[in-house]
């Protein structure tokens, strides 16, 4: 990022659905490509995260939802989404809303804006979250942050060689 580039964060709208797959994806590219079977980020992959957030951002989604992205000279350079907890995620009590997704593109780590998009979809709120064990970056921010590994883990049949483990934050003052 250009020193003295302002970033806003705000509320997307349907236009950005295609944008915001796009860096979605790259994203999940910086991330886990290696820990991602060959051929994962093919044309299915991008569609499918092209339907899933038009989707999001069409009408009819899902409104319990806070979805906030982060824009730098007019392009999307990362995205944060919290929402009401599964209901088969039984997270800590008084946790009753999860961090879905923050994801900012590498270019950008370093300068806050994951901390700014963070603050803005989580708040004070006491919140669960479920981060790649294999992404020491992420959890040391999370930690930061105030959530703690709690011990339960799950992995994605979609990706075996990743391991999710969950973090939790009690409600902040």
Do not use: C
Request: glycine content about 10%.
């Amino acid at each position: 990022m250009k020193a003295g580039g302002q970033v806003l964060v705000r509320e997307p709208v349907a236009s950005d659905a295609d944008e915001l797959a796009e860096v979605h994806v790259r994203t999940w590219e910086e991330t886990y490509a290696e820990l991602l079977p060959a051929g994962f980020f093919d044309d299915v992959h991008r569609r499918r995260r092209r339907d899933m957030w038009h989707h999001l951002l069409g009408a009819g989604s899902r409104d319990d939802s806070l979805i906030r992205i982060a824009v730098h000279d007019d392009a999307i350079i990362g995205f944060g989404m919290a929402g009401p907890s599964e209901p088969r995620d039984d997270g800590p009590p008084g946790s009753t809303r999860q961090l879905y997704m923050l994801y900012v593109l590498e270019a950008h780590h370093g300068h806050g804006v994951g901390q700014r998009l963070l603050d803005t979809v989580a708040g004070t709120d006491a919140m669960t979250l479920w981060v790649a064990k294999e992404n020491p970056r992420a959890i040391a921010f999370y930690r930061r942050n105030g959530f703690v590994l709690d011990g339960t883990e799950k992995s994605d049949p979609g990706a075996p060689a990743i391991t999710d483990a969950r973090m939790v934050r009690p409600a902040r003052a």
